[in-house]
Structure formats: structure tokens, C-alpha cells
Nanobody, 115 residues
């Protein structure tokens, strides 16, 4: 069983920054494609950023230039750095890990952007 635990969420003012972390309980994430997703109230979960096993990254248009996804395979951890946060970034952020076609999810961490 693969367990993911997100952390780093919280309340931040518009224009602020947060770094989310996703710790994965598996021998190694080096072969896993990882992603950050978010779900705002009454909206569907959307993909925010992805990083493949070999380090290729992708971002949804709404966060391009403001977000950076990275991974530390030695720590089995994936990060999402979010800068210049906007109220529309408010959501529960989830980490997803794909292994052998199966997607594993964390419990999510709340990010609230408000003055």
C-alpha cells in the first residue's frame, strides 16, 4: 500500500507564497509519475502540475509562471512551490502518485488565499 501525506497548506494573503510537500511511504518514488491537483468548493478536481519519473514538468495555464513542481527522490517527497497566490487558488490541494497504472492519493491540504 502506498500512502501519501501532504503538508504546507494554510492561510496566506494574496501575493504570498506557500510550499506544499507530499511525502510518500514507499521504498522509492524514483519510478513514479507525480502530480499536484486541487479541488475548490463545488468544483471538480483539476490537475495543477505534474512531474514525470525523469523530471519533465507540466502546469495548468492558470499557474504557469507562478508554480514550480519538484521532487527529491532521496526523501520520497514531491514539492509544489506557489508564488503570487491569488484568491482563485483557494482549494484543497492533493498529491497523486501513479505506479503501474494505479493512482494513489493523499488526504489533501487546505490552501486559503484571502486578505
Amino acid at each position: 500500500q502506498v500512502h501519501l501525506v501532504e503538508s504546507g497548506g494554510g492561510l496566506v494573503q494574496p501575493g504570498g507564497s506557500l510550499r506544499l510537500s507530499c511525502s510518500v511511504s514507499i521504498f522509492s518514488i524514483s519510478n513514479m509519475n507525480m502530480g499536484w491537483y486541487r479541488q475548490a468548493p463545488e468544483k471538480q478536481r483539476e490537475l495543477v502540475a505534474t512531474i514525470t519519473w525523469d523530471g519533465s514538468t507540466g502546469y495548468v495555464d492558470s499557474v504557469k509562471g507562478r508554480a514550480t513542481i519538484s521532487r527529491d527522490n532521496a526523501k520520497n517527497t514531491v514539492y509544489l512551490q506557489m508564488n503570487n497566490l491569488k484568491p482563485e487558488d483557494t482549494a484543497v490541494y492533493f498529491c497523486g502518485a501513479t505506479l503501474s497504472g494505479i493512482v494513489y492519493w493523499g488526504q489533501g491540504t487546505q490552501v486559503t488565499v484571502s486578505s
